[in-house]
């Protein structure tokens, strides 16, 4: 299988607004890479008509198969179980997950502190550079912890709930694609949508890394793991 290659991010802190408290962040892996067709279709036994693009019209759901999968794969522990429509992630796992919002925003501000970790025009696939589709992985500069793409071309599904004091079970994706502007594609831009939801210009972005506790979160529908 083409390599899943990760970049090991040490701890640190995130700033999440400015006067906010900074919030600690334990060391993990992330991928230096959006996955990519290629690697999605060879775990998943789906046809990459584009290789090197990033995987895309995949839901959080799949997103968590996938991860799973790659568990299997490489001999790990899966990260999640599915029960009915409840996913529960065990954190004390060491399988490929997928990274929190905190993970995935301090991954990619890589100890920048401005909105974008280089200029966007050569770090990033937006609606400036006129494209239809995503582009193949890499193609723009990676930012300090050598990590492509995690701005534009295509947002990335996070694990967290979009908005955990309401009843929906939306899913966050971060990132922005290549059809949003700079205000979309930017460290702290967030969105949302159901976890069985499917776009163009969202894929994922894999993280490995234990905790030393069990997060169990309901979500919509699990039917899309079969």
Aim: charged share 25%.
């Amino acid at each position: 299988m083409s390599d899943v290659e990760l970049a090991r991010i040490p701890a640190g802190e995130l700033r999440t607004a400015r006067g906010a408290r900074p919030v600690p962040i334990p060391a993990f892996e992330i991928g230096v890479y959006p996955v990519t067709e290629e690697q999605l279709g060879e775990v998943l036994g789906v046809t990459a008509s584009h290789p090197r693009r990033p995987a895309v019209n995949l839901s959080w759901l799949r997103a968590v198969r996938f991860c799973n999968a790659l568990s299997e794969w490489e001999g790990t522990d899966a990260a999640y179980s599915v029960d009915g429509d409840e996913v529960r992630w065990h954190v004390d796992s060491d399988g490929f997950r997928l990274p929190t919002e905190r993970e995935w925003e301090y991954a990619c501000r890589a100890g920048s502190a401005s909105a974008h970790y280089g200029p966007l025009a050569e770090v990033a696939w937006t609606a400036s550079d006129g494209l239809s589709s995503p582009q193949p992985v890499g193609g723009k500069h990676p930012n300090l912890s050598g990590l492509f793409d995690t701005l534009g071309n295509v947002s990335e599904w996070c694990w967290d709930l979009f908005d955990p004091d309401r009843r929906a079970r939306d899913r966050a994706f971060r990132g922005g694609g290549f059809a949003d502007d700079a205000g979309h594609a930017r460290a702290s831009a967030r969105r949302g949508a159901a976890p069985a939801s499917r776009f163009d210009d969202v894929g994922l972005r894999v993280a490995r890394g234990a905790f030393d506790a069990v997060a169990e979160v309901p979500c919509a529908d699990a039917s899309d793991l079969v």
